[in-house]
């Protein structure tokens, strides 16, 4: 919130900062689902890659 104030981005964290503010639960909401559904793909990635890159995580043949 601070570096979009400061440089005047419009962002997520304002906009939940507004959204709160004004009691605009549809926005909370849907927000945090975006950020858990990034954070839910993001660690799937991670551990697609970990299996690429250490091989003893792959599986016997």
């Not at 304002?14 to 990034?38: G, H, N, P, Y």
């Amino acid at each position: 919130i601070i570096i979009e104030n400061v440089f005047y981005l419009p962002g997520l964290g304002r906009l939940i900062f507004q959204a709160i503010t004004q009691r605009d639960l549809i926005v909370v909401e849907s927000i945090v689902m975006l950020l858990v559904a990034a954070v839910i793909l993001i660690n799937l990635l991670v551990d697609f890659s970990y299996a690429i890159v250490d091989p003893r995580l792959r599986g016997r043949q």
